[in-house]
């Protein structure tokens, strides 16, 4: 019986475990906001906050406990340099949890978590990759719209006729034939 723990172990050993809420946590330090499923949520929001903590302490201890955790040298200089800074006067509650629905596929409740005051979707990270848009195509120049095109099936076969050589030049030469080497031994 599960008595006294409060820990979700989502079906995984805890070797497992232990690296998700880490990935997590550090793409939620970098990126400012992720997508996941909402229990994922909820206990990555426990993990977030205590580094979020170790990050106002900025002691070299705080870090090395953060840097063990983590693993991510990137992350975790974001997170005393970048966002724990922004936490000062904030005593707690550093992230929000916003539901978004189900997942299609197997109707999972998803959610976004995020920091609350921290980076804006278009700094950091958003849920979806933007859209880009199509580049303005170019105006052709007027003298070249005076020449006429030439189609461009048209222009390969010129080129391709261009260096070919002609076929009857390769018939008129005959071959020689191949002389026969008779090989001598040395004895000795």
Do not use: Q, W
Request: aromatic share 4%.
């Amino acid at each position: 019986m599960r008595h006294n723990r409060d820990d979700k172990r989502f079906s995984r050993p805890s070797g497992h475990l232990r690296c998700m809420m880490a990935n997590l946590t550090n793409d939620l330090i970098t990126k400012g906001r992720i997508r996941t499923t909402l229990p994922k949520a909820k206990e990555l929001r426990r993990y977030a906050e205590k580094m979020i903590t170790l990050g106002k302490r900025g002691t070299l201890s705080a870090r090395r406990r953060a840097m063990a955790f983590m693993g991510s040298k990137r992350a975790v200089t974001s997170l005393f340099a970048e966002v724990a800074p922004m936490y000062m006067e904030r005593s707690g509650g550093y992230t929000r949890v916003l539901k978004i629905g189900v997942r299609p596929g197997d109707c999972a409740p998803m959610s976004i978590i995020e920091l609350v005051e921290g980076k804006a979707p278009a700094e950091g990270a958003s849920d979806k990759p933007a859209k880009k848009k199509p580049a303005a195509k170019k105006a052709a120049p007027r003298k070249a719209a005076a020449k006429k095109p030439v189609a461009p099936k048209k222009a390969a076969a010129a080129r391709k006729a261009a260096t070919k050589k002609p076929v009857a030049a390769k018939k008129a030469a005959p071959k020689k034939p191949a002389a026969k080497k008779t090989a001598t031994r040395k004895k000795g």
